[in-house]
């Protein structure tokens, strides 16, 4: 057994009762105990040694992560699958949502469980999302040669062994039509041990391969796990990042402007910033949209464009990622745009302009009538 899989095994938090050894009986009473069951019991509970050595006192922005409470039982408006992945899985662990990729649920297991999880209905469960029907998914994959970008998820791809993984990239190569391979993974934030040398000798043979990872607070990109993401980005691997919008966690200006600059400095594009999706049990982590755009002002000009990720929601019923901005744009007609910048200063841009097509609304591509470019005289003398 390697040694990060010791340290998995031997150090992780599991239980109620070590929680209550770890950070005191006080905030687990044995009068919830019963209830704190069935939280655990809806959803898989893991905390993986480097996430438990993070939490700093209970309820701050890491114990809101991945301690079991009480409130994930109370479900309002959640849904069990709230973005119909099941509705678009035409053979076990695919969905096949966009026209040109697909998903491929690789792995039950994650280091820690976040408690927001989107896949709680599934992750943490080998039943459902069976590692023993890999060849029903991978026989859907070459039968669609519309399908050129597959996403490995899970779970966490990252949680097998260097030996299965491998096997799973020969397969996925061997089907020429698909181009891109990504991998999404938590585990540079959860288990930066995994990230070992001989992991990243082995993906750097499967380019063009790409990892998105997920960090949420500028707290977890601890010197290991920069470590493990600088790893990574020398095996060539370009690196992105899926942050979740979450109350009492990242939902301030302040935390989500240094996450980002920390993200860049350790070579890691940020990608999304999600709005925390409607899922039944984690309802408690949502804010409002207004708080995202709001942060996402705070961002756009205030730091490098390259720490601007896309805010957006995923939409619920499976409509796919909707990106959202703050609102830039005062008006627009025909003559000019009027908008504001980031400090909320004033600007006009002037439409172009041209000879008009009678009857056609601005934006249309109709809009100018095309001109011919006048003709140049023949440079030959006629006889």
């Known amino acids: 057994m390697s040694t990060w899989q010791e340290l998995l095994k031997q150090r992780s938090i599991t239980s109620i009762e070590a929680l209550a050894e770890r950070f005191g009986p006080e905030h687990f009473p044995p009068s919830h105990y019963e209830r704190l069951r069935q939280a655990i019991d809806n959803f898989e509970f893991r905390i993986s040694p480097p996430m438990v050595d993070l939490i700093e006192s209970p309820d701050d922005p890491i114990w809101r992560q991945y301690i079991p ?31 040109d990729r697909a998903l491929f649920l690789v792995s039950p297991v994650c280091a820690s469980y976040c408690r927001f999880c989107t896949r709680r209905r599934k992750v943490g469960d080998p039943e459902k999302i069976p590692m023993s029907q890999f060849e029903s998914a991978f026989q859907y994959l070459e039968a669609h040669p519309e399908i050129r970008d ?14 299965r993984l491998e096997a ?19 585990v540079p ?24 990872t997920h960090f949420n607070h500028p707290l977890e990109l601890t010197p290991s796990a920069v470590d493990g993401l600088g790893r990574l ?9 899926q942050t979740v919008l979450l109350k009492g966690v990242n939902d301030t200006p302040e935390v989500m402007v240094k996450l980002m600059q920390g993200l860049l400095k350790a070579r890691v594009r940020p990608y999304y910033i999600y709005m925390a999706d409607q899922v039944a049990g984690a309802e408690h982590f949502r804010t409002t949209v207004e708080t995202g755009l709001r942060i996402m002002k705070a961002l756009r ?56 097509r009678p009857g056609n609304p ?7 009538v095309e001109t011919e470019a006048p003709k140049r005289k023949s440079a030959r003398r006629t006889a």
């Open 301 to 356: 000009g205030w730091t490098s464009g390259l720490a601007n990720p896309y805010f957006v929601i995923d939409a619920p019923g499976g409509g796919g990622k909707v990106p959202l901005l703050p609102e830039y744009v005062e008006s627009f007609s025909e003559d000019e745009v009027v908008f504001r910048n980031f400090k909320g200063d004033r600007y006009v841009y002037r439409q172009p302009r041209g000879p008009r």
């Open 362 to 368: 601005v934006g249309d591509p109709e809009y100018y």
């Open 69 to 99: 409470t009480v409130q994930e039982l109370d479900v309002v408006d959640g849904l069990v699958d709230s973005l119909e992945e099941d509705r678009d899985s035409p053979v076990p662990n695919i969905t096949h949502r966009y026209p």
């Open 168 to 186: 799973m990239l020969i397969r996925l190569r061997a089907i020429k039509h698909i181009e891109i391979i990504r991998i999404g993974s938590r």
């Open 150 to 163: 597959v996403i490995m998820s899970g779970g966490d791809p990252l949680m097998l062994s260097d030996r």
């Open 189 to 212: 934030c959860h288990l930066p041990e995994r990230i070992t040398p001989e992991l990243c000798a082995m993906l750097r043979q499967f380019h063009p391969l790409f990892i998105n």
């Open 233 to 241: 980005a020398d095996a060539g691997i370009p690196l992105g990042c």
